[in-house]
């Protein structure tokens, strides 16, 4: 018997992209329930999904608190046995995808399934960074009030919880994210890239004052000066 599947997607902004992303897993069919988290937007985002009221279920939170509390809320929410998170930014996602970042938790070859779209990045340790993933909701559980605190840092907590534990990352070659540039004003854009930079940065600092190993932490620390090396690239 196949598991119950809670989706939940945090959103912040994405007004541009959030319609599209819903419609996919909305006809997939194979989820219990939608979870949308809007993290205090500012821009149309709520308009956009309006029309998919029967089908979501919507949590509004007043102001922005970042995408950890959100995904944390969607989790606490959830009433499937499997959660499947997907960020709200992106373009191209299929069905396909979202068989397969299933399907190995499923199979119990995995516990945990990490979605990998950034093949043409500089660098694979991207792939640490990414917000589609596939993991039974028990075993998360004691980690949601800690995602609570971390914002932009969800990634690299989930990822260090799971170091012990069976990973499977897995290729989605159609999907590309929405840059900040393209859905923000430079200004706020480049304001977000930093936020981001620093909850990344914080998180690094406090896996490092744990078990994480000199050469993890600059494995870590150098994916981050990457990322944020690529935003002000785009700048100039």
Request: proline share 5%.
């Given at each position: 018997m196949n598991p119950?599947?809670?989706v939940i997607i945090p959103v912040y902004n994405e007004e541009r992209t959030?319609?599209?992303?819903?419609?996919?897993?909305?006809i997939w069919r194979k989820a219990r329930e939608i979870i949308i988290v809007d993290d205090g937007s500012t821009d149309n985002t709520r308009k956009a999904i309006k029309q998919f009221k029967k089908d979501i279920i919507l949590l509004h939170e007043k102001e922005n608190h970042g995408k950890g509390y959100a995904v944390a809320k969607g989790i606490e929410k959830a009433k499937g046995d499997m959660l499947l998170f997907i960020d709200g930014d992106i373009l191209g996602l299929t069905h396909k995808d979202l068989d397969q970042l299933i399907s190995p938790v499923i199979a119990r070859k995995a516990e945990m399934t990490v979605g990998n779209y950034?093949?043409?990045?500089?660098?694979?340790?991207?792939?640490?960074?990414?917000g589609e993933r596939a993991l039974w909701k028990?075993?998360?559980?004691?980690l949601v009030e800690k995602l609570k605190t971390v914002g932009y840092g969800?990634?690299?907590?989930?990822?260090?919880y799971y170091k012990n534990k069976p990973v499977t990352y897995v290729d989605l070659p159609f999907v590309s994210p929405f840059l900040k540039f393209?859905?923000?004003?430079?200004?706020e854009a480049v304001r977000s890239y930093v936020k981001e930079a620093r909850d990344l940065l914080m998180q690094v600092v406090r896996q490092q004052a744990g078990e994480l190993t000199p050469p993890q932490a600059k494995r870590l620390y150098n994916t981050i000066a990457q990322y944020l090396k690529q935003a002000l690239d785009y700048v100039q």
């Amino acid at each position: 018997m196949n598991p119950s599947i809670s989706v939940i997607i945090p959103v912040y902004n994405e007004e541009r992209t959030i319609a599209s992303v819903v419609e996919i897993v909305r006809i997939w069919r194979k989820a219990r329930e939608i979870i949308i988290v809007d993290d205090g937007s500012t821009d149309n985002t709520r308009k956009a999904i309006k029309q998919f009221k029967k089908d979501i279920i919507l949590l509004h939170e007043k102001e922005n608190h970042g995408k950890g509390y959100a995904v944390a809320k969607g989790i606490e929410k959830a009433k499937g046995d499997m959660l499947l998170f997907i960020d709200g930014d992106i373009l191209g996602l299929t069905h396909k995808d979202l068989d397969q970042l299933i399907s190995p938790v499923i199979a119990r070859k995995a516990e945990m399934t990490v979605g990998n779209y950034e093949k043409d990045r500089p660098t694979k340790q991207f792939k640490i960074l990414s917000g589609e993933r596939a993991l039974w909701k028990k075993d998360i559980l004691p980690l949601v009030e800690k995602l609570k605190t971390v914002g932009y840092g969800m990634e690299l907590l989930i990822t260090d919880y799971y170091k012990n534990k069976p990973v499977t990352y897995v290729d989605l070659p159609f999907v590309s994210p929405f840059l900040k540039f393209e859905k923000q004003p430079t200004n706020e854009a480049v304001r977000s890239y930093v936020k981001e930079a620093r909850d990344l940065l914080m998180q690094v600092v406090r896996q490092q004052a744990g078990e994480l190993t000199p050469p993890q932490a600059k494995r870590l620390y150098n994916t981050i000066a990457q990322y944020l090396k690529q935003a002000l690239d785009y700048v100039q």
